[in-house]
């Protein structure tokens, strides 16, 4: 059954009163927002949208044993610029390092961020992303279509972008679909493009290889589905292979957003995957991926349980 239209209506409203933005300048104008607090630190990257308050029904529980930091993205042209302005709201909050999650394009944030500032990343979990393109004909295509976008029409960009994102949030519920509208309208055209331009830079990018985390020491999860229609199953093959030099978990199964997540979906998250023990001896070696496709779940991620991580 769908949660009535005004129960999230109302569960945003809340959650936006109860954790305000907070400004964080540091060349571009920066706004975040902190849920609970902890001894451990989570910086959850969201998608194109670039709104932290997506994922106001996830966050809440996550809170209740972590400090979470969820940045909304200004109009910023680059991933490096991008990453300093996510350790400037780290200094600001004076964490030293965090776990980092990333969907969709907050994932390839989050693969930017672990390279350019490794020390910063306790963990990575990596939602609906993909590794960088390794047909060089469409990164071409993405660099030729990219440098035309200042002379496209504030209407056309928004009518790009919506075409591109907002079949992802038609999940049922017309909550989704007024939420993502309304974020689409409210932000500039200068930060609906910034965010092409990040996808396409991750996407031109040659620098990266499978083993340069190698010496990084920490672990990654990776979240897919079977039938994300935002990630072609050769998209999602990229990202395993991509970093098959590191162990990881990656889980199988209906597709999961964030949008339709409810807080107990991310239990396992907090209970397991960050509070396992890390063991030490895996640093920098070179182990085979972990990949669990388990059968006896269903439904959403949120139901594995700790006997399907072992």
């Known amino acids: 059954m769908n949660t009535p239209r005004d129960s999230l209506e109302s569960k945003l409203a809340d959650f936006r009163t109860s954790n305000p933005l907070i400004d964080c300048s540091r060349g571009e104008r920066w706004q975040y927002r902190r849920v609970g607090s902890g001894p451990d630190a989570v910086l959850w990257l969201t998608g194109a949208l670039g709104s932290g308050d997506l994922v106001f029904r996830t966050i809440p529980l996550i809170g209740e044993s972590f400090a ?11 991933l ?24 969709s394009l907050g994932g390839m944030i989050a693969q930017h961020l672990v390279r350019r500032r490794p020390d910063r990343v ?7 992303t993909s590794a960088p393109e390794s047909n060089r004909l469409r990164v071409s295509v993405a660099r030729a279509a990219v440098a035309t976008l200042p002379l496209w029409a504030e209407s056309i960009v928004r009518l790009m972008f919506s075409s591109r994102l907002r079949g992802s949030f038609d999940v049922g ?10 974020q689409v309208s409210s932000q500039s055209v200068g930060q609906l493009m910034s965010r092409v ?9 040659r620098d990266y290889k499978s083993d340069d985390l190698l010496g990084w020491g920490g672990r990654v999860l990776v979240l897919e589905s079977d039938d994300d229609p935002m990630m072609p199953e050769a998209t999602r093959r ?8 590191l162990a990881f978990t990656r889980f199988r199964g209906p597709v999961i957003r964030s949008r339709s997540q409810t807080p107990s979906d991310t239990r396992w998250l907090s209970g397991i995957f960050w509070r396992r023990p890390h063991d030490d001896r895996s640093r920098g070696s070179e182990l ?23």
């Open 68 to 78: 979470v930091l969820i940045p909304d993205y200004p109009d910023v042209s680059t």
């Open 173 to 182: 519920d017309p909550f989704w679909l007024t939420y993502f509208d309304s």
């Open 197 to 205: 331009r990040l996808a396409a830079e991750f996407a031109a990018k």
């Open 122 to 128: 306790r963990s990575l979990v990596l939602s609906h």
């Open 288 to 310: 085979p991926n972990a990949v669990h496709e388990c059968q006896r779940c269903t439904m959403t991620i949120g139901l594995h349980s700790a006997a399907c991580l072992d």
């Open 238 to 245: 990229s990202l395993p292979s991509f970093i098959r030099r």
């Open 80 to 103: 490096d610029k991008v990453c300093d302005g996510l350790i400037a709201i780290m200094d600001q909050e004076k964490i030293d390092r965090a776990h980092v999650v990333g969907g």
